[in-house]
């Protein structure tokens, strides 16, 4: 979000694996943090997404502490990325079982 501002974005959709964060959850501050982001004069929109249904957002969440020690900024796809971009792009889908 704070790249995304600094960039000068004023409409933004984020999405998230994380449906609901509790003020006793180690988030809590990541969630302050961001409730003052979306009080500022743009539209920033935060949405749920399953992860199945964005695998991208997914790897980037399990790759993002390696991201952190490379600068936290990353310039050029990497091939696992390009792979699921890819498939993102022909539009293939993963069911999400849910059990009833």
């Keep these: 979000m704070q790249l995304a501002w600094i960039k000068g974005y004023k409409d933004v959709t984020i999405e998230s694996l994380i449906e ?3 003020t006793t959850s180690p988030y809590h501050n990541l969630v302050k943090q961001i409730r003052n982001m979306k009080s500022r004069e743009w539209s920033c929109r935060l949405q749920h997404r399953w992860r199945e249904g964005n695998k991208c957002a997914d790897w980037l969440a399990k790759e993002a502490i390696q ?4 600068g ?3 310039e050029e796809p990497s091939d696992g990325l390009r792979e699921l971009l ?3 792009i022909i539009g293939v ?4 079982l849910v059990p009833c």
Aim: avoid cysteine.
């Design 72 to 74: 936290g900024l990353m």
């Design 93 to 96: 889908t993963i069911l999400r």
């Design 67 to 70: 991201l952190q020690l490379l």
């Design 20 to 22: 609901d964060v509790v």
């Design 86 to 88: 890819g498939a993102d």
